[in-house]
């Protein structure tokens, strides 16, 4: 079997890892377990958390054993890495809420059935340790010099705000963390993204000194698009695998609009198509491109909502915005949907409107008011106003704006209020 670190290094994963041979052989000798932490400070994870969870899966399906790690002590104290200031402390009930969320997504991407993977909450022991016992046993062990050059902590080192006490003690509490799973599961591997460096090499260091035993490490890079923006964010805000936060069509949507030039990237690191198939990305231009969009779009989506959900989101972008022709030869271990004609899709309420209507032109809060995505011509403009309002995809940015027969799109205008309410107008000559 190819070794896992392999696949993770060919498909874009990994940044930095400690011992580079003997964590190979480690990887490719027997079945491993690894583990990476997952912040509850939100009851949802986003698209950013895509790489750990994908990484966690590859480790899975390579016959290893992954541990997700929930923060439920940590995130009671706060991790100042990659901020500038002191987050929002957490309650244990706010705390307890999000890790069932949590628990919930990962399972999409993640067996946890038999055995075959765990999720453990940090508060089971972080919230049981005495002050002086564990300054003794294991603070001892670390040194202030080495830990205020880390890179977690030299940001808020530098910021006005500063590096509050509480914050300080993070570093120590994953290390103990990589300690009690190394204990508890013989768990010999953390993962993470390129922040936590400092924090993963200490957790081995903590484990060389009280056990005497060794262990390993892998940080992801950070994901930007091609055009430098942080991966997941977008105008609208966050991207979320919750299907109330971001409707699975809209989910679907974000990676239908990838970047030409992210489109194999992104094949490679959130989907589980061979590479051998999208190497041939690479060289496509024009529609054969966005044809791997729409199968990028559909795997992802599958992944994060299931199968039914990503069919009926490619079944309603191809009944808004036509039906792209789906070679049989591209990326063909998809299980999109091929040679569909477009679909007509029942779940988009629709109406048909003559082409003089729009010859003047409607202004937009009355065409919202009209078709029902608003109860009033008030709650349209208000709407509008919020930057609720869409046409074709385009933000409103005035709510009496004219919408005129130059927004009739193969003879369609679709119009969208908030995330999830569409109404399509088939335009008659």
Same mark, same amino acid.
């Given at each position: 079997?190819?070794?896992?670190?392999?696949?993770?290094?060919?498909r874009?994963?990994i940044?930095?890892t400690?011992h580079?041979?003997?964590?190979?052989?480690? $990887?490719?000798?027997e079945?491993?377990?690894?583990? &990476?932490?997952? *912040?509850?400070?939100?009851?949802?994870?986003?698209?950013g958390?895509?790489v750990? +969870?994908?990484? $966690?899966?590859?480790?899975q399906?390579?016959?290893?054993?992954? &541990? !997700?790690l929930?923060?439920?002590?940590?995130g009671?104290?706060?991790?100042?890495?990659?901020?500038?200031?002191?987050?929002?402390l957490?309650?244990?009930e706010?705390?307890?809420?999000?890790?069932?969320?949590?628990?919930?997504?990962?399972?999409?991407?993640?067996? @946890?059935s038999?055995?075959?993977?765990?999720?453990?909450?940090? !508060?089971?022991?972080?919230t049981?340790?005495?002050?002086?016992?564990?300054?003794?046993?294991?603070?001892r062990?670390f040194?202030?010099?080495?830990?205020?050059k880390?890179?977690?902590?030299?940001?808020?080192?530098?910021s006005?705000?500063?590096?509050?006490? +509480?914050?300080?003690?993070?570093?120590?509490?994953?290390?103990? *963390?990589?300690?009690?799973?190394?204990?508890?599961?013989d768990?010999?591997?953390?993962?993470?993204?390129?922040?936590?460096?400092?924090?993963?090499?200490?957790?081995?260091?903590?484990i060389?000194?009280?056990e005497?035993?060794?262990?390993?490490?892998?940080?992801?890079?950070? &994901?930007?698009t091609?055009?430098?923006?942080?991966?997941?964010?977008?105008?609208?805000?966050?991207?979320?695998l919750?299907?109330?936060?971001?409707?699975?069509? *809209?989910?679907?949507?974000?990676?239908?609009?990838?970047d030409?030039?992210?489109?194999?990237?992104? $094949? !490679?690191? @959130?989907?589980?198509l061979?590479?051998a198939?999208?190497?041939?990305?690479?060289?496509?231009?024009?529609?054969?491109?966005? !044809?791997?969009?729409?199968i990028?779009?559909?795997?992802?989506?599958?992944?994060?909502?299931g199968?039914?959900?990503?069919?009926?989101?490619?079944?309603?972008?191809?009944?808004m915005?036509?039906?792209?022709?789906?070679?049989?030869?591209?990326?063909?271990?998809?299980? +999109?949907?091929?040679?569909?004609?477009t679909?007509?899709?029942?779940?988009?309420?629709?109406?048909?409107?003559?082409?003089e209507?729009?010859?003047?032109g409607?202004?937009?809060?009355?065409?919202?008011h009209n078709?029902?995505?608003?109860g009033?011509?008030?709650?349209a403009?208000?709407?509008?106003?919020?930057?609720?309002?869409?046409?074709?995809?385009?933000?409103?940015?005035?709510?009496?704006?004219?919408?005129?027969?130059?927004? &009739?799109?193969?003879?369609?205008i679709?119009?969208?209020?908030?995330?999830?309410?569409f109404?399509k107008?088939?335009?008659k000559?």
């Amino acid at each position: 079997m190819e070794n896992v670190l392999d696949i993770l290094n060919e498909r874009g994963f990994i940044e930095q890892t400690t011992h580079d041979d003997a964590l190979r052989e480690y $990887l490719g000798s027997e079945k491993v377990t690894c583990y &990476i932490g997952f *912040d509850p400070t939100a009851s949802s994870l986003h698209v950013g958390s895509l790489v750990p +969870i994908m990484s $966690l899966a590859h480790m899975q399906r390579n016959g290893h054993r992954p &541990i !997700a790690l929930v923060g439920g002590g940590t995130g009671l104290v706060g991790d100042p890495s990659g901020k500038t200031e002191m987050r929002k402390l957490l309650t244990e009930e706010d705390v307890a809420l999000n890790v069932t969320g949590l628990k919930k997504q990962l399972a999409r991407f993640i067996d @946890f059935s038999d055995g075959n993977a765990f999720m453990v909450n940090n !508060a089971e022991w972080l919230t049981r340790l005495e002050y002086i016992p564990f300054l003794r046993d294991i603070g001892r062990h670390f040194s202030v010099n080495r830990m205020v050059k880390a890179e977690s902590y030299k940001m808020r080192l530098d910021s006005e705000e500063g590096l509050s006490f +509480i914050e300080f003690n993070y570093m120590v509490l994953q290390a103990y *963390d990589f300690l009690e799973l190394r204990k508890r599961h013989d768990c010999c591997l953390q993962m993470g993204g390129s922040d936590q460096w400092g924090n993963i090499v200490a957790g081995i260091d903590l484990i060389r000194r009280v056990e005497g035993k060794s262990a390993f490490g892998i940080t992801f890079p950070l &994901i930007t698009t091609a055009g430098g923006a942080k991966m997941g964010k977008t105008a609208a805000g966050a991207v979320w695998l919750d299907p109330d936060r971001t409707a699975p069509y *809209d989910y679907y949507q974000f990676w239908v609009n990838t970047d030409d030039r992210d489109v194999a990237r992104f $094949l !490679a690191l @959130f989907t589980f198509l061979p590479m051998a198939e999208i190497q041939s990305v690479t060289s496509l231009e024009g529609a054969d491109l966005n !044809a791997a969009k729409s199968i990028l779009a559909f795997e992802a989506t599958r992944l994060a909502h299931g199968h039914e959900e990503a069919l009926k989101a490619y079944q309603s972008a191809s009944s808004m915005f036509g039906a792209r022709r789906l070679s049989p030869v591209l990326l063909p271990s998809s299980s +999109i949907p091929r040679n569909q004609e477009t679909h007509d899709d029942d779940t988009v309420p629709q109406a048909e409107m003559g082409m003089e209507a729009f010859e003047n032109g409607i202004p937009c809060f009355k065409l919202f008011h009209n078709v029902g995505l608003a109860g009033s011509s008030g709650a349209a403009r208000r709407l509008i106003q919020q930057g609720g309002g869409y046409v074709n995809g385009r933000r409103l940015e005035r709510f009496d704006e004219m919408i005129t027969s130059n927004d &009739i799109k193969e003879m369609q205008i679709l119009l969208r209020a908030g995330k999830k309410h569409f109404f399509k107008i088939r335009v008659k000559k």
